[in-house]
């Protein structure tokens, strides 16, 4: 271990340009915004399977330390990964989207004098919130008590804890599937161990959100779904939580949250053709009816309508865009005593359409 090092861990899976240039923005950001004479720190990239590349820009070259493991394997690998490479004496896991602006680092140790675990509080309700806004939201922080600006708030798309922290409390969990629940499992664990985790208001960055996730789904790289659904279970099950959240012990019984069901309501009649899904949209469900498709907005809506998730087909883009396309369909179009669409048609007669879909991606000339 380095005395005053800290190593900055950024796990990425750039399966797509956008997220190569998050990925080149985070760590572009990272030495633009960081003192290294007053805050030295090393940045190590963990590399969860990455397919695509800028333009040949090898990330070894740009960063210190560099591994990648050729399959996609999880967030909770990137980051143990990343630890098991540090050598400093604080720690700081970085999403891939986010950016940090000035100061960050500086705040984040100083705030491990009264914290074990310290977490950055992403601009969400300023999403086009750089430096400046940053640096306003700090100075407004910066001669109050800690207990006023060290908050519950806690987002862990960036945080930093001694090395002998993540020591104590252990790996992150790897039985968690892509990149959802790690991070609640590790608070619980560290709350077991009593250690204190705080939000810090002083350290404010953009934080994307998703970038990864959202791409793996409109690849369809795997169940992202489905693996939502059970790491949560996992969750619920490993600390035994209450529906509250609450973690109660093994042996102990406790009424649990439950998702919304997957299974279709009895005596609910089948509407529509059939649902399907494209690569470009992504995780959205779409039903046809003859030739309509429209966009089911929840799970509760698509089971309404007789259909379970799953059923759907992938179907290309050139056939998706064939269909005319109808109003997008929610639980608030459902007539709950009839079971039938009052704003949307869905089966019969064929109603006045809203135009093309609008994708993310052109057409191709």
């Known amino acids: 271990m380095i005395k005053g090092l800290t190593s900055i861990c950024i796990g990425i899976r750039n399966t797509d340009y956008p997220i190569c240039h998050y990925t080149a923005n985070c760590i572009g950001n990272v030495k633009w915004f960081t003192d290294h004479a007053k805050t030295p720190y090393e940045i190590i990239v963990a590399d969860n399977g990455s397919t695509v590349e800028l333009g040949g820009w090898k990330w070894n070259k740009v960063v210190d330390k560099y591994f990648k493991e050729e399959k996609g394997m999880s967030c909770a690998w990137s980051w143990n990964k990343g630890i098991e490479m540090a050598e400093g004496e604080y720690i700081a896991v970085l999403s891939n989207d986010v950016q940090v602006f000035e100061h960050w680092l500086e705040d984040l140790i100083d705030a491990t004098k009264y914290v074990d675990i310290v977490n950055a509080h992403p601009m969400y309700d300023m999403p086009w919130g750089r430096a400046l806004e940053a640096?306003?939201?700090?100075?407004?922080?910066?001669?109050?008590?800690?207990?006023?600006?060290?908050?519950?708030f806690r987002d862990f798309s960036l945080f930093l804890a001694k090395h002998e922290v993540f020591d104590k409390i252990g790996k992150f969990d790897e039985n968690y599937e892509f990149g959802w629940g790690e991070d609640v499992d590790y608070c619980y664990r560290a709350q077991a161990l009593g250690l204190v985790n705080k939000g810090n208001k002083r350290v404010n960055t953009n934080h994307v959100g998703m970038a990864t996730g959202q791409t793996l789904m409109m690849q369809n790289a795997g169940d992202i779904n489905g693996a939502m659904t059970r790491n949560r279970e996992y969750t619920r099950e490993k600390h035994n939580l209450d529906k509250f959240g609450i973690p109660h012990p093994k042996d102990e019984v406790v009424e649990r949250q439950k998702d919304q069901p997957t299974e279709l309501p009895k005596g609910i009649e089948k509407k529509g053709t059939r649902t399907v899904r494209t690569n470009e949209t992504g995780d959205k469900v779409y039903l046809i009816t003859d030739n309509t498709i429209q966009w089911v907005k929840s799970l509760e809506t698509l089971n309404a309508l007789g259909?379970?998730?799953?059923?759907?087909?992938?179907?290309?883009?050139?056939?998706?865009r064939k269909f005319e396309v109808g109003e997008p369909i929610s639980m608030n179009t459902l007539n709950p005593e009839e079971n039938v669409i009052q704003d949307a048609v869905i089966v019969g007669e064929s109603k006045p359409t809203i135009g093309r879909p609008v994708l993310r991606y052109r057409k191709s000339v």
């Open 307 to 320: 259909w379970r998730l799953g059923q759907e087909v992938i179907i290309p883009l050139e056939e998706f």
């Open 135 to 152: 640096n306003l939201r700090r100075s407004e922080w910066l001669m109050d008590d800690p207990d006023k600006y060290l908050c519950d």
